[in-house]
């Protein structure tokens, strides 16, 4: 009986959780033509796992490395706490490994429960997570708060065709295809042939963090695959790096390797790299309908990465430019979701580029940051040094 009514509820808390229609999945697409400047990613060696790596790991031992971080992050984020609150802490420093909280096993409970109702009643996919029950919360919303809103009057039936059209603007209606929404976004920001002589850019202006003010910000970037972030934060420099198949982190902390979807993930975030050749990015893209963004008309575009990440893409109606840009990753306990809003676009040596770059990311620490550019130069020399990966990774 009792298992009976665990089931039911599992089955409700799946049913009725709303969930991103997305598209399935398909197969990533393989290295892309150098001669274009297009990015090319190499099949990259397997990642190791949390249980190859890692000390005292109970759960998601097959979860691969570059994981661990940002599904702490979304299980932080989905309660509302942060690292101390199921990791403890040893002379000033966090103690992973440590089991003295008995809050970390509550939380290997919980997260056995959300895979299991995952495999049993999702089929394998995330559908259920932390934040599906707490919301934010330390403590699962059981029952619904009183007063419960006043229920909206029954919207009236519309007369004709044409009314349906007016109260419905996100249906499928009249949509262009993709490849159209495509090209005309490279025609608005200046042409597939002005597209196709970039070579290399390099970027000043500042990076500013919610709970911080603006810091120096820079980014060098080479077609293909390479490019740096060099910025200033609280705690020092830092810097991220790409050269081809490496790729790594300097900051406070110290040097880390980036790898598996890591490394895609930070090619794909530097600013160039991040709003052209967008067709090489994807191996499949559809349209899905139309929607709003402030003001603004906005095609969404649903898109399957090279590297099987799912993502939209939205594409202002009126002036064609691409505003939005949100990339799903799926994880053993949910669905981790990262967007990109560009915003003041500019004319750079014939091309319409973004000055102001906004990440929205699943992140108690660093929820958004915001860079924006004072300058931008296209084809100039780089200077290669950035390129050399430091010290060893520190481990």
């Known amino acids: ?66 994981q661990l971080y940002p599904v702490m992050r979304f299980m932080g984020a989905s309660l509302g706490v ?13 103690d992973s490994p440590s089991d003295d ?47 419960l809103p006043l229920p909206s009057p029954r919207a009236q039936a519309p007369a004709g065709p044409s009314a349906l059209l007016q109260t419905s603007p996100n249906m499928k209606l009249d949509l262009p295809s993709a490849d159209y929404i495509l090209n ?15 070579t290399s850019c390099l970027i000043k202006g500042t990076s500013e963090r919610l709970n911080g003010g603006p810091l120096a910000y820079e980014t060098g970037q080479s077609l293909p695959g390479k490019g740096y972030e060099s910025f200033l934060t609280e705690r020092g420099p830092g810097e991220r790096v790409i050269n081809g198949q490496r790729g790594w982190t300097k900051d406070a902390d110290g040097v880390k390797e980036l790898m598996g979807q890591q490394l895609l993930d930070q090619e794909l975030s530097l600013p160039l790299f991040m709003i052209l050749k967008l067709k090489d990015q994807y191996s499949s893209v559809r349209v899905l309908g139309r929607d709003k963004i402030d003001d603004s008309d906005v095609y969404v575009i649903s898109a399957v990465r090279r590297d099987n990440k799912r993502e939209r893409l939205y594409f202002e109606v009126e002036n064609r430019l691409l505003r939005r840009r949100i990339s799903y990753t ?3 306990v949910g669905v981790i979701p990262e967007q990109t809003d560009f915003e003041d676009y500019r004319k750079v040596e014939g091309l319409k580029l973004p000055f102001m770059i906004r990440t929205l990311f699943v992140d108690g620490h660093i929820p958004i940051v915001t860079r924006q550019f004072t300058e931008i130069k296209l084809n100039v020399s780089l200077d290669q040094s950035k390129f050399n990966m430091p010290l060893a990774p520190a481990r």
Do not use: W
């Open 1 to 66: 009986m009792k298992q009976s009514i665990l089931r039911i509820i599992a089955l409700s808390l799946l049913v009725s959780t709303p969930f991103v229609i997305l598209i399935g999945r398909s197969t990533a697409q393989g290295s892309r033509n150098e001669n274009r400047g297009t990015i090319v990613t190499q099949a990259s060696p397997p990642e190791k796992t949390l249980e190859q790596v890692g000390k005292n790991i109970h759960v998601l031992n097959e979860v691969p490395q570059s």
């Open 82 to 94: 942060q690292c101390g609150f199921c990791h403890a802490f040893k002379n000033g420093l966090l």
């Open 101 to 147: 909280k008995p809050e970390k096993q509550t939380a290997r409970n919980m997260i056995r429960m959300v895979i299991k109702i995952n495999e049993t009643l999702g089929q394998g996919e995330p559908r259920v997570s932390c934040f599906t029950c707490h919301g934010g919360h330390i403590a699962p919303q059981t029952f619904p708060r009183l007063p």
């Open 184 to 198: 005309q976004y490279f025609t608005a920001i200046g042409g597939l042939d002005a597209i196709d002589r970039i």
């Open 330 to 332: 799926d994880t053993r």
